[in-house]
């Protein structure tokens, strides 16, 4: 029973940082593309900065870490390339569709939304003994 509302709460604590993450995101995306950059640039650069606000929010308010280390950021950079690869994939898909890049955006927070926290829950914060040595923050 502890377990189970233990992992609701970091869902929804989830959830909630997600939305500020996803602003914070999507508001630099929508900046990029407003300054004239293509899709995939503007998602680039918000990613890269957007990744550095989220590895702080998600990994001290979702996951309580405290400091880390660097095989976590590590492990936080690789969802977050993934992620990246995703998006463009389905940005480019979308877009096919006729709709502006804006919505597109949009549209496609939830799917990442998901996806990262899979990823997240079960790779970048998962505790060490359930890693390999390489990528557990015992080697750091």
Known sequence: MTFKFTQKARFFR????????????????????????????????????????????????????????TATA??????????YGVNVLLLFIVLKTGITEYLAGLLLIPVSAVLAYILHSQFTFRSPKHL?????????
């Open 14 to 69: 989830f959830l909630l940082v997600g939305i500020l993450n996803s602003a914070v995101g999507y508001g630099l995306f929508a900046l990029f593309i407003y300054l004239g950059l293509h899709y995939s640039l503007a998602n680039l650069v918000a990613t890269v900065l957007a990744v550095c606000f989220n590895f702080i929010s998600t990994g001290k308010l979702v996951f309580k870490q405290t400091g880390g280390g």
């Open 74 to 83: 590590v492990r936080f950079a690789l969802v977050y390339a993934v992620l």
């Open 132 to 140: 390999s040595p390489a990528l557990s923050n015992t080697a750091t």
